[in-house]
């Protein structure tokens, strides 16, 4: 009956949204913690640390990568050959594992890739989980401690929030990064791969439409604070004809490294200073404004909007969360966010109250990815 069961879940799953999976795994994983006895509970969340630090061990041995282009199962013994780690312990570790659902074990000292091994052995991942192993977890255990000396309240001031106490620091988190290149380094790998995804603004924002008639020689597409130009790349693969030029706008470490995309004007450009370029079609913001502070985010936009004429269309592209019934990956995130810069996600109250303080209007919002929450604002002036 339970085989029966989970056999219709999955084949609702196989067809589902991404909202409607995002449900689906909710709705399980509550059904399975509803089960737990108190210890059984105790246990869960005091061993999660456990979890990512054996992953991470996994990574260091190559074991994902090993299980996942095997032609099938592998025994205790060729895996600890392979890897070079001693049998006992190889045994130990994939016990463990298959025990957290990372791996299968096939029959007695044999273990086969399953989804997970093959998620874990994705190239996010291991950049992905040593940001947060070695970036983001300090943070969470000096979490406690900030609240309660703070007397229970959001931090507002980016220079005095979680990451100063965990890191003895009195640094902004990314001038931290400078001083810190391993962190740095996990952290913009794991940034540009997850934004190589099929999901973006551009699926559901009309763009032709909006550029028709522009002139060639004005800016299209100012991309303020790109990194080394992920999204220009994609704007001119989605949309080559359209006419302008298109602007990568970011720090000088970050141009230094930017993409060689054809036709893409490099800029050095902090953006707490003025915004140098004028009258653009589309000023476009990723990820941005989620990284600081509201009255942070209110002087951006006010430095944007100066720039900005009639025809000006400023784009964010954040998550905007649900009020009710928000997924553990947003709320993760979102604590995260508290805890690195003081800011946090918003809901679209929220973000609507920001830029109306700012002088702007908030005309209409394409969600391009349900399931987590993923939108472009479309932003004028009014």
């Excluded at 620091?169 to 810190?180: E, I, R, S, V």
């Excluded at 809901?347 to 908030?362: H, P």
Aim: with cysteine; glycine share 6%.
């Amino acid at each position: 009956m339970v085989d029966a069961a989970l056999d219709q879940i999955k084949a609702l799953a196989a067809t589902a949204d991404e909202s409607t999976r995002h449900s689906i795994m909710a709705s399980l994983h509550k059904l399975a913690y509803s089960l737990e006895l108190p210890d059984e509970t105790v246990h869960r969340y005091g061993c999660l640390p456990l979890q990512t630090t054996i992953i991470e061990v996994g990574f260091n041995l190559g074991l994902f990568k090993l299980l996942v282009k095997s032609a099938g199962p592998l025994t205790v013994d060729e895996v600890a050959q392979k890897t070079g780690a001693e049998v006992l312990l190889a045994g130990r570790l994939l016990r463990y594992l298959a025990s957290i659902g990372a791996v299968d074990e096939d029959s007695k000292r044999r273990y086969a890739a399953n989804a997970l091994t093959e998620n874990l052995a994705d190239k996010v991942a291991e950049p992905g989980i040593r940001h947060y192993l070695y970036t983001c977890v300090p943070q969470y255990l000096a979490i406690p401690e900030h609240l309660k000396k703070n007397g229970y309240k959001s931090p507002t001031d980016e220079l005095h929030t979680v990451f100063q106490d965990a890191y003895k620091t009195d640094k902004h988190a990314y001038a931290w990064f400078g001083d810190n290149p391993a962190n740095l380094a996990y952290f913009n790998d794991f940034m540009a791969l997850r934004r190589e995804s099929d999901l973006s603004w551009l699926s559901v924002y009309p763009v032709e439409a909006a550029t028709e008639g522009w002139p060639a020689e004005a800016p299209v597409y100012v991309n303020i604070g790109g990194s080394i130009g992920h999204q220009c790349a994609q704007f001119k693969a989605v949309h080559p004809n359209v006419p302008g030029r298109v602007i990568l706008q970011d720090l000088p470490h970050s141009i230094a490294q930017a993409l060689p995309t054809p036709k893409v004007e490099n800029m050095v450009h902090n953006f707490w200073n003025p915004q140098p370029v004028h009258g653009a079609k589309f000023y476009f913001m990723r990820g941005v404004l989620h990284n600081h502070p509201d009255l942070k985010v209110q002087t951006l936009l006010e430095l944007t909007k100066a720039a900005m004429t009639a025809d000006s269309v400023l784009l964010i592209d954040e998550m905007i969360l649900p009020e009710t019934g928000v997924n553990v990956d947003t709320t993760s995130m979102d604590l995260t966010m508290l805890a690195a810069f003081a800011s946090g996600e918003r809901t679209e109250a929220q973000w609507r109250r920001l830029i109306e303080a700012a002088g702007l209007k908030l005309i209409k919002t394409y969600v391009y990815n349900g399931g987590s929450y993923e939108s472009v604002m479309d932003v004028r002036l009014p």
